[in-house]
């Protein structure tokens, strides 16, 4: 067994202001992420996306937080927040759901692509090669803070996390960090320039995460409220399998003549 190392949540404090290694997380994955797809519409042929870099960045930004947060609020407590329907704002408490942010911001892109009559299928490419680095550095801060934390087990790496009991168990928020996180960056970066027509790496995305996802979450401690679904299943590798299904049909679709018709441009 491994100890956990009790890292403070808290980076520093300047009164009441709290800056959290988890917050940061997220900033540094944004920053990551604005500063890659910077660099990918300054290329050739992405002109029309250079000139709705900043407000397309807002919309996707808008779109993930909403979708992420009423993503939780219906896949993984919505008897809670029925009943307290105040709280559903209280983003503040914690509570985001990816599958739900994924939902929001492809949303709000196909919307403003639409709108502004872009490429839909170029632009959530160009954005979504990037996405895994604000996913493993999001695993990190759940691991720091000592959350979402694996199940009961004995391999030698195993930890007792501070809310998690006196048993040991898979720091599953490591393995998460380095499969959505680490691996699937590679792959996407890696084939960003072979893998054509536009839309296919979103859809490699969709299924590569799925598997990656649906995989650790058997090393994941199922959401107390919620606990397994239909025998040994997990809300997270339903959604997974949902989510796999899309990339598919995606894939198959850009391939089968899709190239002509968009989202954004229809």
Not at 38 to 60: D, F, I, K, M
Not at 90 to 110: D, K, Y
Not at 160 to 188: K, N
Request: proline content about 5%.
């Amino acid at each position: 067994m491994i100890a956990y190392p009790h890292i403070d949540p808290v980076l520093f404090q300047i009164g009441p202001l709290q800056v959290r290694w988890y917050g940061l997380m997220y900033v540094l994955g944004f920053i990551a992420s604005f500063v890659l797809v910077r660099r990918q519409v300054a290329e050739p042929g992405r002109e029309s996306l250079a000139a709705h870099y900043e407000n397309l960045n807002t919309a996707l930004i808008v779109g993930l937080i909403l979708g992420g947060r009423l993503g939780y609020v219906l896949f993984y407590n919505l008897s809670y927040y029925l009943a307290h329907p105040a709280e559903i704002v209280a983003t503040w408490q914690g509570g985001m759901s990816f599958h739900g942010a994924l939902i929001g911001t492809l949303a709000a892109g196909i919307i403003y692509c639409r709108r502004q009559h872009l490429d839909f299928w170029m632009a959530a490419d160009t954005y979504v090669v990037t996405v895994p680095i604000g996913l493993g550095l999001g695993r990190f801060g759940n691991f720091i803070n000592g959350e979402l934390y694996g199940r009961v087990t004995d391999v030698p790496w195993a930890m007792v996390f501070p809310d998690g009991g006196d048993a040991p168990r898979h720091p599953s928020q490591l393995y998460e960090c380095g499969l959505e996180g680490m691996a699937l960056f590679a792959i996407l970066w890696g084939l960003r320039r072979r893998v054509r027509p536009s839309g296919r790496l979103l859809a490699l995305f969709l299924s590569c995460y799925a598997l990656f996802r649906f995989f650790v979450e058997q090393f994941r401690e199922p959401d107390p409220q919620i606990g397994f679904l239909y025998g040994r299943i997990t809300m997270g590798q339903l959604l997974s399998l949902l989510m796999l299904a899309a990339g598919l049909a995606i894939w198959r679709l850009r391939g089968n003549g899709g190239a002509k018709g968009s989202p954004g441009n229809a």
